[in-house]
């Protein structure tokens, strides 16, 4: 007795065979999609273990630098360390030295100067915290879109299919447009934990440089009074 073979459909997606069996425009769509999906990952893993790095190395700082009897000192152990409340420090000084070398003429000119040494320095230090971000915004508001693509162009193959077959039985299209749909899902999974990323860690380099900013003031006000005395 001859056995017929009967194929048997799946009973639970599989992603994988939806991604070898889809067509290759969407197969490119899908791995793009996969890169910016890890790379994103990579980005807010690293951003947060820099922040809170920062966060912890500049509170030690401004510690020791508050209860300090010199700062030259406290500047000298902290120059080649990543603190950005001590390269603030370190503008601020730098420019004092520069406006009391030859005696000081016009002490508003001379904080007004020392004032924008160090907010120049807060914003830099804010942009270089912030630089990686712009990718995560990139990949959340795009990712979407070329999902959408790769699930317009496998539709679209699906009804080529349609038409070279002469049938429209949903056993033929079923599969093309389930890999399309794929590419969509894709999509959505790189782009929603970058929109929520961005945000969350848009907001933390907005207080992260409220607190340098607040550093920046009251050493500026230090340096104020001491301008007053010479």
Do not use: C
């Not at 601020?92 to 904080?111: N, V, Y």
């Not at 699906?158 to 077959?165: D, L, P, R, V």
């Not at 039985?169 to 959505?188: K, M, N, Q």
């Amino acid at each position: 007795m001859m056995l017929e073979m009967l194929a048997v459909a799946p009973t639970r997606l599989e992603p994988m065979k939806l991604f070898m069996d889809a067509d290759i425009v969407v197969k490119v769509v899908m791995i793009g999609l996969i890169l910016a999906s890890i790379w994103s990952w990579m980005i807010i893993v690293s951003f947060m273990l820099r922040l809170g790095k920062l966060r912890s190395t500049s509170a030690a700082f401004e510690k020791e630098f508050w209860q300090a009897d010199d700062f030259e000192t406290i500047m000298r152990e902290y120059a080649r360390k990543d603190v950005p409340s001590a390269r603030i420090a370190g503008v601020a000084m730098s420019e004092w030295k520069r406006s009391t070398a030859k005696g000081l003429k016009d002490r508003d000119a001379a904080s007004q100067r020392i004032g924008a040494a160090m907010a120049g320095q807060v914003a830099e230090e804010a942009d270089s915290l912030a630089a990686r971000l712009n990718f995560l915004a990139t990949t959340g508001s795009v990712a979407p879109f070329i999902g959408l693509f790769g699930t317009v162009w496998g539709i679209m193959n699906s009804f080529f299919q349609i038409g070279q077959q002469e049938s429209s039985s949903l056993a033929v299209v079923a599969p093309g447009i389930s890999e399309a749909l794929f590419a969509t899902a894709i999509g959505l999974f790189a782009a929603i934990p970058a929109v929520i990323a961005y945000n969350r860690f848009s907001a933390s380099v907005n207080q992260y440089e409220a607190k340098l900013q607040r550093f920046a003031d009251k050493f500026h006000a230090n340096l104020g009074r001491e301008l007053e005395r010479l």
